[in-house]
């Protein structure tokens, strides 16, 4: 089935260690992003794409890393663990273009201990 | 103040009871996005809206553009429609972003 397919869906890291969260999506889309939900706070976008070679900067980006060297895949890397980073995280795909909607990933819990 | 609010934070209602969700906002969009998120779940789309009004089943949808205004409204609820409701605007510009109300959680007692 078409769609946004993100592994892991749990992780448990310990301060300092290092990830990769992938996202992997199917429908040809330019647009790609990275968001983490915390309580009380909403969605935050931490870095997005919209084609493959070009990534920029969201609302909560340090701490993290991203690239873009397919239009299918938009990794999302941990350098160095933190608590703050505790989070559970998204990874949405859409058209550029302002007619079309979202398609989300299921998440992915992560916890820093 | 958040570009994206919403109103209530929280919703308990009795099984049957008519519902409505406010989204207010303070840019300019190209469309804006109603999305549903069950506990411990993903989320999905339920519509996006650049004018006027969409209906789904119980669910319908409208926008008013010059008020920068949309609501979410749910006839007839269920216990199955308890989730967290979120409200995203995609801006202006071509870069797909999303800004995000803080959601809605409604929960709807049997």
């Known amino acids: 089935n078409a769609g946004v397919t993100q592994t892991p869906k749990f992780q448990v890291l310990k301060t300092g260690q290092s990830m990769t969260l992938q996202c992997a999506q199917d429908m040809n889309h330019e647009y790609m992003s990275w968001y983490r939900q915390d309580p009380g706070m909403g969605l935050r976008l931490i870095h997005y794409s919209v084609g493959a070679g070009i990534t920029d900067q969201g609302e909560v980006p340090n701490g993290y890393n991203v690239s873009r060297s397919t239009t299918e895949d938009f990794p999302l890397r941990l350098l160095s663990a933190a608590p703050s980073q505790t989070s559970v995280y998204f990874c949405?795909?859409?058209?550029?273009?302002?007619?079309?909607?979202?398609?989300f990933g299921s998440g992915t819990r992560l916890t820093v201990v | 103040k958040n570009e994206v609010e919403q109103s209530p934070q929280n919703l308990t209602a009795q099984e049957g009871e008519f519902i409505t969700i406010n989204c207010s906002y303070s840019?300019?969009?190209?469309?804006l996005h109603w999305l549903q998120q069950h506990p411990g779940g993903g989320i999905v789309s339920l519509f996006m809206?650049?004018?006027g009004k969409k209906k789904h089943g119980r669910l319908i949808a409208t926008i008013n553009i010059q008020e920068k205004h949309s609501s979410l409204h749910i006839t007839a609820s269920h216990p199955r429609d308890s989730a967290v409701y979120i409200c995203?605007?995609?801006?202006?510009?071509?870069?797909?972003?999303?800004?995000f109300g803080q959601g809605t959680t409604l929960q709807v007692k049997p």
């Open positions: 809206l650049s004018s």
């Open positions: 995203a605007v995609r801006g202006s510009g071509n870069t797909g972003k999303l800004i």
């Open positions: 949405a795909s859409s058209y550029v273009g302002p007619g079309y909607g979202y398609t």
């Open positions: 840019v300019g969009i190209s469309a």
